[in-house]
């Protein structure tokens, strides 16, 4: 299937456009957190992140941002995965999903708000299967744990 958007590893010089996509789609009404992190909290973390193995692919049209992963391979966990909210519903999800149990064959955790039910109803379907509900470790918000294992 052809798609609209490439795929491909993400660089030092997209880390704050990657931070401004992920703050616009966190910031949707039950995507992020109760008390939504700053525009530039969340490109420290970006730094943060990769300076920690985050290892992230970038679902771009162009030169837009439409989407990213996060993964963490050394610890079987996708960390982060957003969709631009102009592009919710076009496949970005998907592939980028796609790409992660590719890049994690054996299996990988994630949690995700729990009141994201676009979210929960898509890992689901896309096979992953719920595992708790606990506090997230940051904000104390209820998050949904989920693990995937083919």
């Known amino acids: 299937m052809t798609h609209p958007f490439e795929l491909r590893p993400a660089?030092?010089?997209?880390r704050d456009a990657l931070a401004e996509l992920w703050h616009a789609?966190?910031?949707l009404p039950t995507v992020g957190p109760p008390q939504m992190p700053s525009r530039v909290e969340l490109r420290e973390r970006v730094d943060q992140a990769f300076a920690q193995g985050w290892v992230t692919t970038l679902a771009v049209t162009g030169n837009a941002l439409v989407g990213f992963v996060a993964i963490k391979p050394?610890?079987?966990v996708l960390d982060q995965l957003f969709v631009s909210p102009d592009h919710l519903g076009?496949?970005?999800?998907r592939a980028l999903l796609g790409h992660a149990m590719a890049e994690?064959?054996?299996g990988f955790t994630l949690f995700t708000a729990s009141a994201?039910?676009?979210a929960r109803r898509f890992?689901?379907?896309a096979g992953l299967m719920f595992v708790s509900e606990e506090p997230h470790?940051?904000?104390g918000h209820p998050v949904s744990h989920y693990r995937w294992h083919p």
Request: glycine share 12%; no cysteine.
């Open 123 to 125: 890992y689901e379907a």
């Open 90 to 93: 076009g496949g970005v999800g």
């Open 25 to 27: 789609s966190a910031s």
């Open 137 to 139: 470790p940051r904000s």
């Open 116 to 118: 994201n039910i676009r």
């Open 11 to 14: 660089t030092t010089e997209d």
């Open 74 to 76: 050394a610890v079987s």
């Open 104 to 106: 994690m064959p054996a």
